[in-house]
């Protein structure tokens, strides 16, 4: 899955800055004697050194409003801002991403320089979604898709889903009961979804204390992984030695966690029968022994470690987060939560619906697919680079620059899309446009990227999301919490793009 920009949480840091600024210029030298000058594309002047670092954190605004609202209306479809010593290009157009992304898909596939704490949880870069084009990229990637996501593997874990839908269903029931029907919907969303992802990870049954430890973890490696000063400014890095140690605290943590879930699955599969609640199949099964192109050793249980995290980050937060939005607009449609209902029941009837039913549904699927349109897990894919230095819509693209393609911008573009801030099932029903959500034949709806890097979570997202929307819808009528208030739609950035109020809605149980 992809993953949002996070430059927010860096604006503490601007006094500081501004402090040091005067140790800086002197190395403005370096970066005035070039041999050759790029012709980059078209951004806001910037500071010596600190580039538009002052400017951004100036704006008070998240990274992906400040791209919305300032750079692309002044700039352009593609576009240079300068964070400190990064160069960052910015790409918003549906013929530019072609051209990059499809066209010429193996010249822009590959990652930049990771900042350091990410390196340590990395591993250097081991995992399907920051390695490098080439090779071990190749093999990562060959065996998520192929050994575990794909349709086949996916329709083995049926049981686990329809499982963790239950569990979802008796959460809201219990927390509707407790609070006058109110219930947070994120909260539980994500809960549901993570056993699923536990479950299809490790291969066996959890009890929900450790779940609980595993889901904290995660979070906490997810927050220390965030962008720092020093990811712009290397020369602050010495600065930073305590949180680079907290870093190596959390990775021992994360390890001492999860190796011991490894070795019960590797248990389990060496004495068939003896854990009752082991799977038949698992995604570690397909990494302990996983061949990489190019290497003579299996991954090392640290390896694995970051395989499985990567796993269980990529895919938790970007599902509850678009069922958060789905039931947001669920509440604040009630003609298309009708809709959503009667076809369910015209479908399933009284018995409970199941994702063999959702494949019959198709105004069902046209909401899904605006609302991965309007609400995108993320604004940005992934951050891309270039192999080698090339160019695209006249200007040059080095292969130290980081590029950003930020999606929302054919999303929400009003060329592409008539209205596009109205959220609008019909717009896929009744066949009035069969878009390509994996952007092959076209490049309009492309919530999880496109081309090479394109998430590979694509298909299990979809059934995820399909299925818990119609169970949800099934059991309970979805209203306003408080009654006759209006869902506020504010975004914000985190490690997705969610809603700024978490969502509170109330529920009433179908008859």
Same mark, same amino acid.
């Given at each position: 899955?992809?993953?949002?920009?996070?430059?927010?949480? @860096?604006?503490?840091?601007?006094?500081?800055?501004?402090?040091?600024?005067?140790? @800086?210029?002197?190395?403005?030298?370096?970066?005035?004697?070039?041999?050759?000058?790029?012709?980059?594309?078209?951004?806001?002047?910037?500071?010596?050194?600190?580039?538009?670092?002052?400017?951004?954190?100036?704006?008070?605004?998240?990274?992906?409003?400040?791209?919305?609202?300032?750079?692309?209306?002044?700039?352009?479809?593609?576009?240079?801002?300068?964070?400190?010593?990064?160069?960052?290009?910015?790409?918003?157009? %549906?013929?530019?991403?072609?051209?990059?992304?499809?066209?010429?898909?193996?010249? /822009?596939?590959?990652?930049?320089? =990771?900042?350091?704490?990410?390196?340590?949880?990395?591993?250097?870069?081991?995992?399907?979604?920051?390695?490098?084009?080439?090779?071990?990229?190749?093999? $990562?990637?060959?065996?998520?898709?192929?050994?575990?996501?794909?349709?086949?593997?996916?329709?083995?874990?049926?049981?686990?889903?329809?499982?963790?839908?239950?569990?979802?269903?008796?959460?809201?029931?219990? *927390?509707?009961?407790?609070?006058?029907? %109110?219930?947070?919907?994120?909260?539980?969303?994500?809960?549901?979804?993570?056993?699923?992802?536990?479950?299809?990870?490790?291969?066996?049954?959890?009890?929900? =204390?450790?779940?609980?430890?595993?889901?904290?973890?995660?979070?906490?490696?997810?927050?220390?992984?965030?962008?720092?000063?020093?990811?712009?400014?290397?020369? /602050?890095?010495?600065?930073?030695?305590?949180?680079?140690? &907290?870093?190596?605290?959390?990775?021992?943590?994360?390890?001492? $966690?999860?190796?011991?879930?490894?070795?019960?699955?590797?248990? %389990?599969?060496?004495?068939?029968?003896?854990? &009752?609640?082991?799977?038949? /199949?698992?995604?570690?099964?397909?990494?302990?022994?996983? *061949?990489? =192109?190019?290497?003579?050793?299996?991954?090392?249980?640290?390896?694995?470690?970051?395989?499985?995290?990567?796993?269980?980050?990529?895919?938790?937060?970007?599902?509850?987060?678009?069922?958060?939005?789905?039931?947001?607009?669920?509440?604040?449609?009630?003609?298309?939560?009708?809709?959503?209902?009667?076809?369910?029941?015209?479908?399933?009837?009284?018995?409970?619906?199941?994702?063999?039913?959702?494949?019959?549904?198709?105004?069902?699927? %046209?909401?899904?697919?605006?609302?991965?349109?309007?609400?995108?897990?993320?604004?940005?894919?992934?951050?891309?680079?270039?192999?080698?230095?090339?160019?695209?819509?006249?200007?040059?693209?080095?292969?130290?620059?980081?590029?950003?393609?930020?999606?929302?911008?054919?999303?929400?573009?009003?060329?592409?899309?008539?209205?596009? *801030?109205?959220?609008?099932?019909?717009?896929?029903?009744?066949?009035?446009?069969?878009?390509?959500?994996?952007?092959?034949?076209?490049?309009? @709806?492309?919530?999880?990227?496109?081309?090479?890097?394109?998430?590979?979570?694509?298909?299990?997202?979809?059934?995820?999301?399909?299925?818990?929307?119609?169970?949800?819808?099934? =059991?309970?009528?979805?209203?306003?919490?408080?009654?006759?208030?209006?869902?506020?739609?504010?975004?914000?950035? *985190? /490690?997705?793009?969610?809603?700024?109020?978490?969502?509170?809605? &109330?529920?009433?149980?179908?008859?």
């Amino acid at each position: 899955m992809a993953s949002t920009i996070s430059l927010s949480s @860096l604006s503490s840091y601007y006094h500081f800055i501004f402090a040091a600024l005067a140790l @800086l210029v002197s190395s403005f030298i370096f970066f005035s004697t070039r041999k050759r000058k790029l012709n980059l594309p078209p951004g806001p002047p910037g500071w010596p050194i600190v580039g538009n670092l002052f400017q951004f954190f100036g704006s008070g605004m998240p990274f992906f409003m400040y791209t919305r609202d300032v750079l692309i209306p002044n700039y352009g479809p593609i576009l240079t801002i300068k964070m400190g010593t990064r160069t960052t290009i910015i790409i918003s157009s %549906a013929d530019l991403a072609r051209e990059a992304f499809i066209e010429r898909g193996q010249v /822009f596939a590959s990652r930049p320089k =990771e900042n350091a704490t990410r390196n340590i949880f990395s591993v250097n870069k081991f995992t399907v979604n920051s390695s490098l084009y080439g090779p071990v990229w190749r093999s $990562l990637r060959r065996n998520m898709v192929q050994n575990m996501l794909s349709a086949t593997r996916l329709k083995g874990f049926r049981d686990v889903r329809d499982n963790a839908m239950d569990k979802l269903i008796h959460r809201l029931k219990s *927390e509707a009961d407790a609070n006058d029907g %109110a219930v947070r919907v994120l909260k539980s969303a994500r809960y549901a979804f993570f056993c699923v992802l536990l479950t299809m990870c490790f291969g066996i049954q959890l009890d929900e =204390e450790m779940i609980e430890k595993i889901d904290d973890m995660m979070k906490r490696v997810v927050l220390i992984v965030d962008p720092r000063i020093d990811d712009f400014l290397p020369l /602050f890095t010495p600065f930073f030695y305590r949180q680079r140690k &907290k870093a190596i605290q959390v990775r021992k943590q994360q390890l001492d $966690l999860l190796i011991p879930l490894i070795k019960r699955r590797k248990m %389990a599969l060496q004495n068939p029968g003896l854990d &009752k609640s082991a799977t038949s /199949f698992s995604y570690l099964d397909t990494l302990f022994e996983l *061949e990489l =192109e190019g290497r003579k050793t299996t991954p090392t249980n640290a390896q694995i470690v970051t395989l499985c995290s990567e796993f269980l980050n990529a895919a938790t937060d970007t599902t509850g987060t678009a069922i958060e939005w789905a039931i947001a607009q669920i509440i604040d449609n009630p003609d298309i939560q009708l809709k959503l209902y009667e076809e369910i029941k015209s479908v399933a009837g009284d018995r409970k619906v199941d994702e063999n039913d959702t494949q019959k549904m198709p105004y069902l699927n %046209a909401f899904c697919k605006e609302l991965l349109r309007r609400h995108p897990p993320t604004y940005f894919s992934l951050t891309h680079a270039v192999l080698e230095p090339t160019t695209l819509g006249g200007y040059d693209i080095p292969p130290d620059a980081s590029v950003e393609f930020y999606l929302a911008g054919i999303l929400h573009d009003p060329k592409i899309w008539p209205n596009p *801030e109205k959220f609008d099932p019909d717009r896929f029903s009744g066949g009035k446009d069969d878009a390509d959500i994996t952007g092959v034949k076209d490049v309009r @709806l492309i919530p999880f990227g496109l081309g090479r890097r394109i998430c590979p979570g694509l298909t299990m997202a979809s059934i995820h999301v399909n299925l818990m929307v119609a169970r949800m819808v099934q =059991e309970f009528e979805w209203l306003a919490y408080p009654e006759n208030s209006k869902v506020d739609f504010s975004p914000t950035a *985190e /490690f997705t793009i969610v809603m700024k109020n978490s969502l509170i809605g &109330k529920i009433k149980p179908r008859v």
